[in-house]
Nanobody
Framework: QVQVVESGGGLVQAGGSLRLSCAAS????????MGWYRQAPGKQRELVAT???????NYADSVKGRFTISRDSAKDTVSLQMNSLKPEDTAVYYC?????????????????WGQGTQVTVSS
């Protein structure tokens, strides 16, 4: 079973920066991709950015050019550098690890989520 733990987040003024970090641990065959999602009050959880084991990245249109996702595959960690933050970026940010696991001769995928970290951007 895979576990992910986030760190970072907090309160920042509009235009400021924050960095989120996430570490995955536990038993699995490999990590296919890691990413960040966010959920604002009254809204559905949405994708922020993802990065595959090969380094391919994907960003929500709303954060392109402002956020950068990076990954240390050797350490199974992923970071999200958030610059030029806006009040609308306020949300709980969740780390996700999409993994390939193995039980006996059977391979299967599983998703692990962190507990979430609050990011608040004041205007």
């Amino acid at each position: 079973q895979v576990q992910v733990v986030e760190s970072g987040g907090g309160l920042v003024q509009a235009g400021g920066s924050l960095r989120l970090s996430c570490a995955a641990s536990g038993s699995r065959f490999s990590i296919i991709a890691m990413g960040w999602y966010r959920q604002a009050p009254g809204k559905q959880r949405e994708l922020v950015a993802t990065i595959t084991s090969g380094g391919a990245t994907n960003y929500a249109d709303s954060v392109k050019g402002r956020f950068t996702i990076s990954r240390d595959s050797a350490k199974d960690t992923v970071s999200l550098q958030m610059n030029s933050l806006k009040p609308e970026d306020t949300a709980v940010y969740y780390c996700n690890a999409h993994c390939l696991s193995k039980r006996g001769a059977v391979y299967y995928t599983e998703d692990a989520w962190g507990q979430g970290t609050q990011v608040t951007v004041s205007s």
